[in-house]
Structures are given as structure tokens and as C-alpha cells.
């Protein structure tokens, strides 16, 4: 389910499944016998989806006062209001760029986003004429965000975004300035519906959990483990912190996200638990490590060739009218 398609108004109406042919090489990788169609767990297996790394996600915890005269600081989710977190991954494994892989966060699901009207890139700067600059200051845009430009034809392909900083806003004519330049032609065709989606995340200083920003401008992703303590996570934004883990086999893909329902009558994260025993023989319960909750990808056969290009296909199946 891709929830990039269709906007108005700033915001996303719904998703829609989308359904996409490609050639694909068989390998040793698809244990293919070199005759018969690949089977959809052969392709899957093939395009590296089996591991696809993992996420925690918590409330900051509290930390004892070192004057014993002050009382500790308050620790969970800080907001306001109540938000459902979206983290996504931007540039993922091996990137042909090479780019190391990074993510993106939202807190409003990634749902604010501007119909684009034209692109204008000059030097170091893009300029970006809107539709809307959204309803109201909430879902609207200001300097110093951080936006990424998009169409059917990146998302299709599962493109990492560059993400562009605002400079500046002309609410007259509807622009905004951009530091840098697309690493696409995403936006110069209307008919691939373009849009520009505005994401949440600013730099920080890492000694704090803060993040780090990467050559694609967006987080650099970054590994740890639960016995690595506080210095592992990830700091989002008012209390809300993640941890992503993935062995050396791991595969970070472009576009998998997870969501995280923030609640501020708890004061904390909706995120399941888990509870081992130590190696003191105590019970410790922690936030989950869990698969990334989309994008959903189901493979199909639906020819095969082999030989040269001049060799006709084979279909995988047949097609039946009701």
C-alpha cells in the first residue's frame, strides 16, 4: 500500500495497492533449476526482503538528579497532542549513489504534502511553486523544514528522496526557496502527480541522542543494541526515542516505515513489550524490536526467457475472463 498517491489540499486522501512489472535477472540467489517459473517465495527470497531490519521505539526514561536537593526530571512522551510517528527509511542498503543508509520521520504520518506546480532549479537553490502552502500553521510549511520532492515515477521505483531545506516562503505566489538541488527530475511532469512532503526531524547533537544528517540530507541510520544502554537510541522529539538493530545480513530498504501512536493521557508510546530474564536471573521488560510495518511487496510470475533477447517468453499463467 503506497502512501504517496493522491493529495488535496496538503494532505493525504488514502492509498491505493499499485501494481508495477519489472525484469528481474534469476540468480543462485532464487534457487531457480534454470526451467521452470520462479515461484513468488523464489522472487521474494531474491529481492532481499527476508530481513529488512528492526525498530524499538520508547518513551525517554527518567534519569536520577546528581543534586539530590532537585527533583528528577520528568520522563515520557512531552507533546501536546496526540500523533502517530511515522519512521521511514530514505536510503537503504547498498544505494547506487553510495550513500549509507538513513531515515526520515514524520509525526504526522508523512501526511503533509503540497501538489507541485513547477520546479526551477538555479545553482545551489530550487525554487518550488505550490498549489496550497496548507490550511494552517500546524500542516503548512516554515524555514528551516525539511522536504523532499516526489512523483509516481520515484515512488514506483523506490527512489531515495534528497531532502531539501526550506529557505524561504513567498506566500504571494506560492513558492518556496530550497537549499540544493532535487537528485531527480521528480516535479518537471505534471502528469507523474508531484508533490512535496514535508518531514519533521532536525539535526542534533548526537552526544544528547540527537541526529546527524547524511549526504541525502536526511538521518544517518545508525545500529545498536539494548546492553548498549541510553547512548543507543535515538532521540526524536518529546521523549519519543528509537532503536533500530540489524546483524551484518541486513538489508535497509527505501520506503519501509514504521508507525509509532504517541498518546499524551499516558504520556507514553502504543508499542509492544517484551520481557526476558538477565543474566542476574531478574525480569526486565523492554520496548519490542519489530519488522517494519510496510511497504508490503507480493511477487507474481509472469513470464520467463531464456536464452537471448530474440528468445520468446514464456508465460507463468494464464489469464482467465469472468
Known sequence: MSPQRHAYDGFKTHGEPICASAAERATDDHNWDGKACL??????????TMNRGLLRARTTQPQPPTDPCTAAPGAGCRGVENQ??????NTGSNDPAGNAPSFKWSRDNGAVVFPVLGVSVSGTTTTVRLANL????????????????????????????????VQSIDTGSLSVVLAGAPASSAG?????????RRW?????????????????????????????????????????QILFEGDSHVTWRCGDYWLIP???????????????????????????????????????????QTGNAQTPFTFCMTVKTL
Request: aromatic share 4%.
Open 39 to 48: 515461484t513468488p517465495a523464489q522472487i521474494a527470497t531474491g529481492a532481499g
Open 84 to 89: 502517530l510517528y511515522r519512521v521511514e527509511i
Open 200 to 240: 519533521d526531524y532536525q539535526a542534533g547533537d548526537p552526544a544528547q541522542g540527537g541526529l546527524t544528517l547524511g549526504k541525502d540530507g536526511a538521518a544517518e541510520l545508525s545500529t545498536g543494541t539494548l546492553a548498549q544502554g541510553a547512548s543507543a537510541w535515538l532521540t526524536l522529539e518529546d521523549g519519543i
Open 262 to 304: 504517541a498518546r499524551v493521557a499516558t504520556g507514553d508510546v502504543i508499542w509492544p513489550q517484551e520481557t526476558v530474564i538477565d543474566a542476574q536471573g531478574n525480569s526486565v521488560t523492554n520496548a519490542a524490536a519489530l519488522p517494519p510495518d510496510g511497504v508490503t511487496h507480493h511477487y507474481a510470475p509472469l513470464a520467463i
Open 188 to 196: 518537471s511532469q505534471p502528469q507523474l502527480h508531484p508533490l512535496m
Open 134 to 165: 496548507g490550511r494552517d500553521e500546524h500542516f503548512g510549511l516554515a524555514e528551516g523544514d525539511y522536504v523532499e520532492i516526489q512523483d509516481d515515477a520515484t515512488v514506483l521505483n523506490q527512489l531515495p528522496g534528497q531532502m531539501l531545506q
